[in-house]
């Protein structure tokens, strides 16, 4: 391990490499469980590409794999290290180098955080529109890495969808441009949508060219409770059936509903089996939630509250985003991540309930209804070893549902170690064999993140 130290410090700065046992142990993984994970040989902190480049230079000289990481907020165990590892910690790269209001992009490094972005472009009149719940945490290269969403991705899309071009180190320490800076670009592959949702197997985004959008008007959100996960899924039918277009459409199950107020005594009605929450960003909210409204009630709400205005809606979107947070406090979670055809999401509701009867646990579910992604939230005992093979093996049989009802096996949060298995299942032989292929071209000795995805 001198040799990779000596080699790295070569062309960084003395403090930005750590081989101090007791800093890497705290760099060895993400926010998923039951992930193998071990400390790396070795933390760097780059601040520059020409750093980057210098630690895949030295990484391909000896053979070592690395692991890049941004704020480890991750769900899948893909920033998770391995024996012997550089963890490539990319959050002393965390400036915005430019913003745009003419062309409508920022051009920023991977280390900057997700919030402070979408403040920054709040000040010229934009908005960055995706939005994890983990949005003041988590970074734009991170984000990037795992395809992130958020709650608003019903109106505005994922990640994906705004990432215009990458700057990217290689394997080899290549420095690789892709994309644009125009609204519109059609030459050659797309390589920047290859390296979105690679989770770092492909190589290093060092900067990135992201879409803004002009800041919408302020939000409107109305509550609606339903005495059946089946109603509250025919009503989000409903909804997009009638061509409306809101900018957020959650629920949550009434036993994340209680979480939820037994943290932050909100006062949520803590009876409803389920809870939707609409939001509106249009020219005329009211008018819009007046319509929501006439929908839920006609397929069953016993209630339906709009909010006065922009304070009582950042209320009950507070109560969405404190829904994880909630479960994690009835002891430890496993957060599924499976989305289902909008016209499937009463049934998977309806199939996770009775795998939680099955499987005698608590799972809370929290999604993004607009987009049939939904979040089965596993709650168990850690310290008890047959609660905790009944929860992973409920894991499996939530994701099994969401295949057999056409859906896939992650909708926002990434593969990484702990979906690995059931990638090959969605995608099949095929499938599985062309991708291993095209990251051989990207990474032939594969030292880039090894074990993940594949």
């Not at 320490?173 to 770092?200: H, I, M, P, Q, S």
Request: net charge negative.
């Amino acid at each position: 391990m001198s040799d990779l130290v000596d080699l790295l410090r070569e062309g960084l700065p003395e403090a930005a490499v750590v081989a101090d046992p007791d800093v890497t142990a705290a760099y060895q993984q993400d926010m998923a469980g039951f992930c193998d994970a071990a400390p790396p040989a070795v933390v760097v902190f780059p601040r520059t590409v020409d750093e980057v480049q210098h630690v895949m230079r030295t990484a391909t000289r000896l053979r070592v794999p690395v692991v890049p990481q941004g704020a480890r907020t991750g769900l899948s165990g893909a920033a998770n290290a391995v024996a012997g590892a550089i963890a490539l910690s990319l959050v002393r790269m965390d400036r915005i180098l430019e913003l745009d209001p003419v062309n409508r992009i920022a051009v920023v490094e991977p280390g900057v955080v997700n919030a402070e972005l979408s403040r920054a472009a709040a000040r010229h009149g934009l908005n960055y529109p995706p939005d994890p719940s983990s949005w003041e945490s988590c970074t734009v290269g991170g984000n990037i890495g795992t395809g992130a969403g958020g709650l608003c991705c019903v109106k505005y899309g994922v990640t994906a969808e705004y990432v215009l071009g990458l700057d990217v180190v290689l394997a080899d320490g290549r420095l690789l441009r892709t994309g644009r800076r125009t609204a519109k670009g059609v030459a050659g592959y797309d390589l920047t949508r290859l390296f979105v949702g690679a989770e770092g197997t492909l190589g290093v985004v060092v900067g990135a060219v992201l879409a803004l959008r002009p800041a919408p008007p302020p939000q409107l959100v109305l509550a609606a409770e339903f005495p059946s996960t089946d109603a509250a899924g025919a009503a989000v039918c409903a909804v997009m059936a009638a061509g409306h277009v809101p900018s957020l459409m959650e629920l949550m199950d009434t036993t994340t509903v209680r979480a939820v107020n037994a943290m932050a005594q909100m006062g949520l009605p803590d009876s409803t089996a389920a809870l939707l929450l609409v939001g509106f960003d249009s020219l005329d909210p009211t008018s819009d939630l007046e319509a929501v409204g006439e929908l839920c009630r006609a397929a069953g709400a016993t209630e339906v509250v709009p909010a006065a205005d922009s304070g009582e809606s950042e209320l009950l979107l507070e109560a969405r985003r404190l829904a994880l947070p909630a479960l994690d406090r009835l002891g430890t979670t496993m957060i599924d991540d499976v989305a289902v055809p909008r016209s499937r999401l009463g049934e998977m509701l309806a199939g996770v309930a009775r795998i939680a009867e099955d499987y005698d646990l608590t799972i809370g579910v929290c999604a993004h209804a607009g987009d049939g992604n939904t979040h089965p939230v596993v709650v168990f005992d850690s310290a008890d070893a047959d609660e905790s093979a009944r929860a992973r093996a409920s894991f499996d049989a939530i994701m099994s549902l969401g295949l057999e009802l056409g859906g896939t096996i992650t909708g926002e949060h990434g593969v990484g170690l702990l979906k690995k298995d059931w990638l090959a299942r969605e995608l099949g032989p095929v499938g599985v064999q062309l991708q291993r292929q095209v990251k051989a071209v990207f990474d032939p000795l594969g030292i880039m993140n090894p074990g993940k995805l594949f």
